[in-house]
């Protein structure tokens, strides 16, 4: 398996930079999906529906799409049995060759991080033998901690050809509380932003991109727009397209690079759910989106 | 069911201020749960012999505290069934009576953090029907994301008599890394206590204190002891006592109200494994280190 960061240029070149983000929220799903037995357990069921639902999202999307962003926020609200949904999805799309990232935006000090690193990548040791956890080829985390906190994860990383983004400038409308917060002249997801271009470096390949990226959400363009300028090797993990509010033209005039790559674009909503539960064109209604988002994106 | 900083006040004064915190390292386990049977999938195994270790560890230190933290990353190692076993102790802890903390620096945009907020805290309604998850009294957060992030989380708690603790000042040698840069004349951690202050405040019950609290590491005493004397009426979960470095002595001089309430201490490995795997008398190493630490904190 070659470099995270070479893997992700190559599947951008070939299928554009959509990224499917998969927020599998029970009361959007099809109706087809929504019927429970009552005789039985229903989480399992739930689990279990939630994932067939998004293996029809990724035949659905495989034309215009090959990288996938799994938000365990809505695996873990199914409990136990959605997490193990999760992972058997992130093990079935790598089956497929799309690239898996895990969203799961984890972040702790730095023996409790390696654990988190160790369940993303490299797996769990038990008695010499090593069990492969959630596996993805990448990982959001969260900066809070420092430096030290991150290293976990970018040394799991490096050592399996395996990715991660750290968030810098989030999506959110209240973002910028503390990441525009003023030090030493520059806002805080500046000086984070150089700490994640610190472990990029060294990582950049051939493609002039490296492993190590960021999260920085559409929604912010002008802070989009300066992030892309001062960082033209860092791949970016750009929320905040569609449902969020962000347009193409201004992603594609802040975000890519010149040659097209540094940029992946996530579509969560607007991507999976352009339906009503009971629209029975639920399937067509995913693949326009899809390949609008594409179209779109390409410019 | 009260309000969680009224619960947690009786507690601590019924008991002491002592968290034992659950950190399961397989590899540190007593030889005695390590043995697996070769026949039979590992990881579930491993889970439930986790578990089985981690129900012993409650009643060997219930003498000496009534306040225990889960740390998810090292359930989540053992994959759904390690977080099947989580969720067990959550629920076996609570029965016994003892106040549970889901150590899971959890944080995300809005409309995600309440996902976590309703796994955490108020289940996940599935066609009219609700169905816990993760069912803890309290939940430890990452500010990051800003205070509409934290909305949800805080929301969630405040139906259901929950605790929040949202990460200021964390205990890892490199905290310091973005928590420390100054920006309008205050350290980044200081703005974020300022907004856990104002969720807090309108929480605070007959003990003086509230709801909504901070994560400050002992192993910052300076930092501390200027928390304590600025927000009087937040409590304070402390890791970095013990195996960490900071002493008792230290932390009761620097984190408590004079009436000795507003603070409780996370111990993990020097509490849950003060022995060799292969020690036999690993059960009487934890309860002397449990009223070891508990006669230690309260002086």
Redesign the interface.
């Known amino acids: 398996m070659g470099q995270f960061g070479e893997r992700l240029a190559e599947v951008v070149k070939r299928k554009g930079p959509l990224c499917v983000g998969l927020?599998p929220r029970?009361e959007s799903l099809p109706d087809c999906y929504?019927r429970?037995d009552p005789e039985f357990p229903?989480?399992p069921q739930?689990a279990e529906h939630v994932r067939r639902f998004c293996v029809h999202v990724l035949e659905l999307t495989s034309p215009y799409s090959g990288i996938v962003k799994l938000?365990a926020?809505?695996f873990?609200?199914?409990?136990?049995?959605g997490?193990?949904a999760m992972?058997q999805l992130i093990h079935h799309a790598r089956e497929l060759g799309w690239l898996t990232i895990l969203d799961a935006?984890?972040?702790?000090?730095?023996s409790?991080?390696a654990?988190?690193a160790?369940?993303a990548f490299t797996g769990?040791?038990?008695?010499g033998?090593i069990?492969p956890?959630w596996n993805a080829d990448a990982l959001t985390v969260?900066?809070?901690?420092?430096?030290?906190?991150l290293t976990p994860f970018i040394e799991a990383a490096s050592t399996q050809g395996r990715g991660v983004f750290v968030?810098v400038r989030?999506?959110?409308?209240?973002?910028?509380?503390?990441?525009d917060?003023?030090?030493?002249g520059k806002p805080?997801y500046v000086?984070?932003a150089k700490?994640v271009e610190r472990w990029n470096e060294p990582t950049v390949g051939p493609s002039g991109l490296g492993d190590i990226g960021a999260v920085v959400g559409a929604t912010h363009p002008r802070e989009l727009a300066e992030l892309r300028r001062t960082f033209p090797r860092m791949w970016f993990l750009v929320?905040g397209y569609g449902a969020q509010g962000a347009t193409a033209v201004e992603i594609r005039q802040t975000a890519f690079r010149t040659d097209g790559l540094g940029v992946i674009v996530n579509s969560s909503r607007s991507l999976v759910f352009p339906f009503h539960p009971d629209d029975p064109n639920w399937e067509q209604a995913i693949q326009s989106a899809a390949l609008h988002a594409r179209n779109d994106l390409i410019g």
Chains 1, 2 share one sequence.
């Open positions: 927020d029970w929504r429970l229903w989480l739930v938000q926020a809505f873990e609200l199914f409990g136990p049995p997490l193990a992972q935006k984890r972040g702790d000090v730095p409790t991080a654990a988190y160790q369940a769990c040791s038990i008695n033998q069990f956890i969260n900066p809070y901690l420092g430096d030290d906190a968030l989030t999506s959110n409308p209240g973002a910028g509380c503390f990441q917060l003023c030090c030493d805080l000086h984070v700490v929320p």
